[in-house]
């Protein structure tokens, strides 16, 4: 199976600020990461596909990059209900399999 | 728009099963990936297996080969899981949801909790 890696686990940071988490998987992935966020109580809901596609309705706000084995979602301004959990999920091979989890915290 | 349904939250003792259905509503079931993911309290999302309803057609992952099914009754745009042989650490949030591959895990289910407690 493919191994994921976020880094950091959690991250302080004040509205306005923008926030960068990295997501590494253990062997090429191509373009295949998708990126969620994930609020207490909640099911994830879908950002990012395809490292860099935003998904339908997700603000501009949010933002991938990245191809191979290294991938980053970037918030550029932090707004108050960006506060949550973040995981990464690749495709590029069943099972598919998830990081675990950057939480993003009021500083 | 699609949107999923789950049954409730059950509470099992272990070696036991737990079946947790989820009804879809609003765009065409049977031809997307339905993909059971569940979370440990506390945890991460863990892949567990996924069925084409249009074709019967399933996988799953290895850590979960031989106890558990999924099943797809396309008359009611029912999907089901099974899973047997229930361990403590079986307990987590179930969610069902729309698989698109390369596109993501667009619709999520709410969630069914499922404890596993002697």
């Known amino acids: 199976d493919i191994q994921m890696t976020q880094s950091p686990s959690t991250v302080s940071a004040s509205v306005g600020d923008r926030v960068t988490i990295t997501c590494r998987a253990s062997?090429?992935?191509?373009?295949?990461l998708a990126w969620y966020q994930q609020k207490p109580g909640k099911a994830p809901e879908l950002l990012i596909y395809?490292?860099?596609s935003l998904h339908t309705g997700v603000p501009s706000r949010f933002s991938g990059s990245g191809y191979g084995t290294e991938f980053t979602l970037t918030i550029s301004s932090l707004q108050p209900d960006d506060f949550a959990s973040y995981f990464c999920?690749?495709?590029?091979?069943?099972?598919?399999?998830f990081g675990q989890g950057t939480k993003v915290e009021v500083k | 728009q699609v949107h999923l349904v789950q049954s409730g939250a059950e509470l099992k003792k272990p070696g036991s099963s737990v079946t947790v259905s989820c009804k879809a509503s609003?765009?065409?079931?049977?031809?997307?990936?339905i993909t059971w993911v569940r979370q440990a309290p506390g945890q991460g999302l863990q892949w567990m297996g996924r069925?084409?309803?249009?074709?019967?057609?399933?996988k799953f992952a290895q850590k979960f080969q031989g106890r558990f099914t999924i099943t797809a009754d396309k008359s009611t745009n029912t999907v089901s899981m099974e899973l047997s042989s229930l361990r403590l650490d079986d307990t987590a949030v179930y969610y069902c949801?729309?698989?698109?591959?390369?596109?993501?895990?667009?619709?999520w289910g709410q969630g069914t909790l499922v404890t596993v407690s002697s």
């Open positions: 949801v729309r698989d698109r591959d390369s596109h993501g895990i667009d619709y």
């Open positions: 609003g765009d065409t079931f049977r031809d997307y990936t």
């Open positions: 069925i084409i309803p249009l074709l019967g057609v399933t």
């Open positions: 062997q090429d992935i191509s373009k295949w």
């Open positions: 395809a490292a860099s």
């Open positions: 999920q690749q495709s590029n091979s069943l099972p598919w399999t």
